[in-house]
């Protein structure tokens, strides 16, 4: 596999045709030294813009400027980068080859990309261009387009600003799921598809979620009592409903010789028959509706006496209650004649001198309780059983007012307005036929609620499958993960510890700890579970953790950290020149030890003395006479004299 790496080569600022920096870098270790207020933070943040960092908080002389310009050495090829001098989201030109040659180049040969993806995705972005080259995974869909170098280069470059307890660069507007997959990216997990099948997973569930409250409310407006819950039970009973109406249309056109002269008196007896029938079906609809208002009125008196029988068992919760805080009342005197009593036996009555049980007394209460209690259940039962008797008999009388209506509407077709035995008949083979086509339509209307109902099934049913066939993979991808992030944490664990040991002793848990981790969710670095130390020992972490990354991603090609860090705190707040000198050959012996190229770059107003005059300084030490932006500087003085 092609491991990742990118490398500077050059860094140029410009100030309109002015030059005010231009360095060449090295791989290894690169140190840009000078005083404080020199100009080395401001190169720092030229390089994390010119790289696609979203920054704006320019230095005044930092503003000036026009454009920076990077050759970046990557794992494919060599780019060199032009970006102006802007917003945060100023677009960065590419040109691909060295820098010197497209000093010459003409405008054509560059291309220009925006450093965010565009909205329809079918343009490239500096992210895209530069994960290529890198030989960074890139982000297969819109959803992960918030894994910009931006974000990468928070892991990659420590600045000033960020609290020293903080791993990623701090910005305003973060989120725990962009660092968990910034960081397992850079250690080798594909952190997109995990993230991407767990986005999957949510959408997945809450569209199941949908289909069925769909599912539920058809099945739920499909009439129960039809007995049709399928098409081909819609399309047999449709047919029927066809092949009778073409034998009524039949009849229709052949009643003169279905109905004979002789069919009066048959006419009369089935006139009597069909009022007899009528004034039964009314009779026990009568009676329905008598019952259900007969269990109406039960209903309510026995709610009324289920209540009674509540309050009444709270009264006497609260009196038994009462009475146990109270105690006994010691009267003084007769509560008839006001007249002084005088002391009774203990245990008696001092008024009337019964003997007194307070047991009795419990166990009486106790008694009316547990009565009032089972006649309040036997109420609620009862009360339950009034109900469900009342449900029946109203479903019953519907049925049968639906039956009754149906019958007189019959009864009114057929004798009412039918003076004869042909009126009769084709009366009710007319009303036969609307009710056909009644129920033809009634019947279309249930069978686009039974399609709707089998679609919604087999949705829910594919959906169900697409939401196991994902949470099968989450488990396979979750075990991947675990397994490679556990790899990639013992090397940081292990180089890391190692960094601290060598530290200088200002720490105690520094001085021979058992365990290094770094939480990317959490953004913090743990010694022994033990976070938030001492500010400057809170600096020594932060840099054991980024650099072990650095130096693990040199020895496990199974990483995807490009090699390359940047490092603008490595004295904050308040470091020792001690300390700093010997946090700088600890940096300086490991990268001895690595064999890939990287590229560790670090500012420092405290070099250790050994760096001086040696390969691995970058340019000459500045001062706050002579800054990195010289000319700007000049110019300054210039305009103030």
Not at 369 to 393: G, W
Not at 517 to 539: P, R, T, Y
Not at 609 to 636: F, N
Request: charged share 25%; aromatic share 8%; hydrophobic share 40%.
């Amino acid at each position: 596999m092609t491991r990742s790496f990118m490398a500077i080569r050059r860094v140029r600022v410009m100030a309109g045709a002015s030059v005010e920096y231009d360095q060449e870098f090295h791989h290894g270790v690169n140190v840009i030294r000078g005083e404080n207020s020199s100009g080395k933070s401001t190169i720092a943040d030229f390089i994390f813009y010119g790289l696609g960092g979203e920054f704006d908080r320019w230095k005044d002389a930092a503003s000036r400027c026009t454009a920076v310009r990077l050759e970046l050495e990557t794992a494919s090829s060599t780019l060199t980068l032009h970006r102006a001098i802007g917003t945060r989201q100023e677009p960065v030109s590419v040109y691909y080859g060295p820098l010197a040659d497209s000093l010459e180049a003409d405008i054509d040969a560059w291309q220009r990309f925006p450093i965010r993806r565009p909205p329809g995705g079918n343009d490239l972005s500096i992210t895209q261009v530069l994960f290529r080259a890198i030989g960074l995974p890139e982000a297969p869909s819109l959803g992960n387009s918030n894994v910009t170098m931006h974000q990468v280069m928070r892991l990659l470059y420590a600045d000033q600003q960020t609290p020293a307890g903080k791993l990623f660069r701090f910005e305003s507007f973060d989120t725990r799921d962009i660092r968990e997959v910034v960081g397992q990216l850079l250690i080798g997990v594909n952190g997109y598809e995990l993230y991407e099948n767990q986005i999957r997973q949510r959408e997945l569930k809450a569209e199941y979620a949908e289909k069925n409250r769909d599912y539920h409310a058809a099945v739920a407006a499909l009439p129960s009592s039809e007995g049709l819950t399928s098409v081909a039970m819609l399309d047999a009973r449709s047919g029927a409903l066809v092949e009778e109406k073409a034998r009524v249309l039949s009849e229709i056109a052949n009643a003169d010789d279905l109905v004979g002269a002789d069919q009066t008196g048959e006419f009369a007896a089935d006139r009597r028959s069909m009022q007899t029938k009528l004034r039964a079906v009314a009779g026990n609809l009568n009676r329905l509706e008598e019952r259900g208002s007969t269990l109406s009125d039960e209903i309510g008196e026995i709610e009324q006496f289920a209540a009674y029988l509540e309050d009444q068992l709270e009264t006497l919760s609260a009196t038994d209650e009462l009475a146990e805080r109270i105690g006994n009342i010691e009267f003084q005197y007769c509560p008839a004649c006001l007249k002084p009593l005088e002391d009774g036996e203990p245990g008696h009555c001092i008024v009337c001198h019964q003997v007194l049980d307070v047991d009795e007394v419990k166990s009486k209460y106790f008694e009316i309780r547990i009565d009032t209690e089972l006649q309040i259940r036997e109420s609620r039962q009862l009360l339950d059983a009034k109900n469900t008797q009342l449900q029946v008999a109203q479903a019953d009388a519907r049925v049968l007012r639906r039956d009754y209506t149906a019958l007189l509407t019959d009864f009114a077709a057929r004798y009412d307005i039918s003076n004869s035995p042909r009126e009769s008949f084709l009366a009710e083979r007319n009303r036969r036929i609307g009710r056909i086509d009644y129920e033809i339509g009634h019947l279309e209307e249930i069978r686009s609620i039974v399609q709707r109902i089998d679609a919604l099934s087999a949705a829910r049913v594919a959906l169900n499958d697409e939401i196991e066939r994902v949470e099968k993979l989450l488990k396979r991808l979750f075990a991947s993960a675990t397994s490679r992030t556990n790899k990639a944490m013992t090397l940081i664990g292990s180089i890391g510890c190692n960094i601290l040991k060598k530290d200088l002793p200002r720490e105690d848990a520094f001085e021979d700890p058992t365990t290094f981790s770094i939480n990317f969710g959490d953004d913090a670095m743990l010694v022994d579970g033990k976070m938030n130390f001492a500010e400057s020992s809170n600096v020594v972490l932060k840099n054991a953790a980024i650099s072990s990354m650095l130096f693990s991603a040199c020895y496990d090609p199974e990483f995807w950290h490009p090699r390359f860090l940047l490092m603008d705190n490595i004295e904050d707040k308040g470091m020792e020149a001690v300390r700093t000198h010997n946090f700088q050959r600890l940096l300086i012996a490991e990268a001895q030890k690595v064999k890939v190229p990287f590229q560790l770059i670090f500012t420092t107003s405290m070099p250790d003395d050994s760096l001086e005059g040696s390969d691995l300084t970058v340019g000459p030490r500045y001062s706050r006479q002579s800054k990195t932006l010289a000319h700007i500087v000049t110019k300054e003085v210039e305009g103030g004299t």
